[in-house]
Structures are given as structure tokens and as C-alpha cells.
């Protein structure tokens, strides 16, 4: 059997930093749950024209019996990278992929590569084997603190999962991409989780579904000459003349994206998850002043939607 090509490339245990390198980075950490999100870092490596990074960072913990994972403890985390290089080598023979194993603790080796990276890719579920990603501990800290985005994936993700059913029902491949889910309140926008949105709808050719969820002050915060809830038709017309304001540049500036505007009353972390159910891909911002905690809505969408999450930090 031929081997296929591949531009693996390994670097030693103290990390180096590119600054300007275009690059998909993916966590592992020695679960099966890491290599379903490092497969799917791979395809978006492929679908921008970049190279894909493996990290390796942090040592494992002790052993669980309540998850099935590979040999991760430090003395094997370079055969564990070869061995995950190897095989996505052989699913995506066009890849460019490199193999990195960095020394210090994991979110600091995690937050060190995602400032390198266009995206940061983990699992959906770390070694301890509880639900969330990487328990809430590792994923969380870094998708709040991390200055580039953060992809999380669940575990099981397949790359027919991507796409709309086939005329028979079934998932395939050679199918268009669903649609990319973007989370955007109108007052403030943040251009950069816009941008990845529209982006990610351009490299899949996949629908923008651009979804803004509205509410009221309570009944006790108003006061005289502010808006009584009788006028909701009136508020609902300025929520959605908003959104179509702040969208129109992105609008002329990717003119092949379809744009689908959803204007809901609720609460955001309840409406993107039904928007997001049948997505490709989920993307919502994050305040970079936030500090070193998740908002509500990133919290809501990291525990309950079950397609690809994209947070994005912005200004």
C-alpha cells in the first residue's frame, strides 16, 4: 500500500512562537473525544488553506474507568501525537500537519498557542470523563481568557454531521453544509465574531442564520416616559432594524453569503440553541472585559448545543 503524502513535522518539548503564522491549532489530551475535534480542526485547516497544529500540553491525570482513552501519560505523549499526526495524515493526505508538545501547564500552554493560532480546537470531554468540555475546567478557562477564538466540539462530531440530510434522510458528505448560527446583539456587535461568522458561511458556501434575542427591562425599572411593554410591536421594529443596520456592511462586504435575519423575545442562551439545532457551526461572541469568567450565554451554549461552537473574543 502507498503511503500518502504528508508534511509531518515534529518540535521539541519548549514551544516556539511564529506570531504570524496562519495556522488551526488542536488540544490533545489523550481521549477519544480530542481526536474527533482534532478530524474536525483538520477539515477547517483544509476548508482555509492552512496548516494543522497538534498540541499535546499538561500532564494526564490519574486513570478513569468511566471513559475509554489512549495511553496520554507524559512519557507517551510524543507517540500519542505521532500516532494522532499519522492518522489524520492518512484521512487528509493534503494536510500540512505539524506536532507540538510544549512544557509548563496546560491552560498556559493552551492560551500560548491560541494567540498563535486563527483557531484554537478542543474536545468536548476530558479525561475525568464527567460531561462538558474538559470539564468546564481547561476548555472553560481558556475559552475565557484566550485572545484568538476558541472552537469546542463535542464528542462523536463526524464530518457528515456538517450536512443536510440526503434525499433518503441520512447524512452525507456530499451534501451542502448546514447553516452557520451567529449570535449577535445589535448594540454591540463586535466586528470580530461577526467576521468569523461570515467567513466560516464563505469557506462551507453554507447560509448565515443571524439570530438576536430581545427582552424588557423589569416592569419596576420604568419610569415615567420610557417605553410601556404595550408598545412590543414598536420594540420588535426597532430590534430588527437594528440588526439589518449593523449587518448591512457585512452584507456588501461578503455579497455570496445568504443572510437570514432572526429577530427573537427570550432570552438568548434558550434561542440559540434552538437555531443551532441542525448547524454546522455556532458562533457567539465574548467580551474581551468580561474578565476571567464565561457570560451566561456562552456558559448556556457550552452545555447545551450539541453542534461545533465558535466563541470569539472582541472588543
Known amino acids: 500500500m502507498t503511503q500518502p ?38 477539515r477547517e485547516a483544509l476548508r482555509h488553506g492552512v ?43 493534503a494536510l500540512e500537519i505539524h506536532a507540538q508538545q510544549p512544557a509548563g501547564p496546560t491552560v498556559a500552554a493552551l492560551l500560548a498557542a491560541s494567540a498563535e493560532a486563527e483557531t484554537l480546537v478542543l474536545g468536548s470531554r476530558g479525561l475525568t ?14 475559552t475565557a481568557r484566550a485572545e484568538r477564538p476558541v472552537v469546542l466540539v463535542r464528542a462523536g462530531e463526524r ?22 448560527v451567529l449570535g449577535l446583539d445589535p448594540s454591540r456587535p463586535g466586528e470580530a465574531p461577526t467576521e468569523y461568522a461570515f467567513d466560516a458561511a464563505t469557506a462551507r458556501e453554507a447560509p448565515l442564520h ?18 410601556l411593554p404595550a408598545d412590543l410591536a414598536g420594540l420588535e421594529r426597532d430590534n430588527r432594524q437594528a440588526l439589518s443596520a449593523a449587518l448591512e456592511p457585512w452584507r456588501r462586504k461578503y455579497p455570496e453569503v445568504r443572510v437570514v435575519e432572526r429577530i427573537c423575545f427570550g432570552r438568548a442562551g434558550h434561542h440559540l440553541l434552538k437555531a443551532a439545532t441542525g448547524a454546522s457551526l455556532l458562533v457567539i461572541g465574548r467580551r474581551r472585559t468580561g474578565g476571567p469568567h464565561l457570560g451566561r450565554t456562552a456558559h448556556s451554549a457550552m452545555h447545551h448545543v450539541t453542534c461545533p461552537i465558535a466563541v470569539v473574543p472582541h472588543d
Not at 503564522?21 to 474536525?40: E, F, H, K, P, Q
Not at 489512549?70 to 499519522?86: H, T
Not at 456538517?162 to 447553516?179: I, L, V
Open 51 to 93: 496548516p494543522l497544529r497538534l498540541l499535546h500540553a499538561g500532564t494526564a491525570p490519574a486513570h478513569s474507568a468511566r471513559v475509554r482513552r489512549l495511553p496520554a501519560s507524559a512519557e507517551r505523549a510524543r507517540g500519542l501525537l505521532d500516532r494522532a499526526a499519522i492518522t489524520l495524515s492518512y484521512l487528509h493526505p
Open 159 to 180: 464530518p457528515e454531521d456538517a450536512h443536510a440530510p440526503d434525499d433518503g434522510g441520512t447524512p452525507s458528505r456530499s451534501t451542502p453544509y448546514r447553516p452557520v
Open 129 to 142: 470523563g464527567f460531561p462538558g468540555f474538559l470539564v468546564g475546567s481547561v476548555a472553560a478557562a481558556v
Open 210 to 227: 443571524v439570530v438576536h434575542a430581545w427582552t424588557m427591562a423589569p416592569l419596576d425599572a420604568y419610569a415615567p416616559g420610557r417605553v
Open 5 to 42: 503524502r504528508t508534511h509531518l513535522r515534529t518540535r521539541s518539548r519548549t514551544a516556539t512562537r511564529s506570531g504570524t503564522t496562519r495556522v488551526v491549532t488542536a488540544g490533545i489530551d489523550g481521549s477519544y473525544a480530542s481526536l474527533d475535534a482534532a478530524d474536525w480542526a483538520a
